[in-house]
């Protein structure tokens, strides 16, 4: 098993940013990938950037390139997204996400969530 906690979260001003963190804990040595997804009201969730947990490889979605920054620090086990310039259609409760391999079998994890509120 594979424990997720975010943090980070919280009401800012369009134009601002806001550091969202997420811990790993458990069995983090079977984590391959971390990601940061987001769901707004009435949406689904979407995937907003991933990175590989060994080499690092990240991937954003169209709509925060350039704006959001997404980095790991194995020896804390955590992932951050850096996120800029933020505006409204950035309210959503973020989601931190693992995928783990372990004896043959491949796992999914999820944190609780931390909305953040963007306000215009």
């Known amino acids: 098993q594979v424990q997720l906690v975010e943090s980070g979260g919280g009401l800012v001003q369009a134009g601002g940013s806001l550091r969202l963190s997420c811990v790993a804990s458990?069995?983090?040595?079977?984590?391959?990938?971390m990601g940061w997804f987001r769901q707004a009201p009435g949406k689904e969730r979407e995937v907003v950037a991933t990175i590989n947990w060994s080499g690092g490889r990240t991937s954003y979605v169209d709509s925060v390139k350039g704006r959001f920054t997404i980095s790991r620090d194995n020896a804390k086990n955590t992932i951050y997204l850096q996120m800029n310039s933020l505006n409204s259609e950035d309210t959503a409760v973020y989601y931190c996400?693992?995928?783990?391999?372990?004896?043959?079998?491949?796992?999914?994890?999820w944190g609780q969530g931390t909305q953040v509120t963007v306000s215009s």
């Open positions: 996400g693992a995928d783990a391999y372990l004896r043959g079998n491949e796992y999914a994890y």
């Open positions: 458990g069995r983090t040595f079977s984590i391959y990938r």
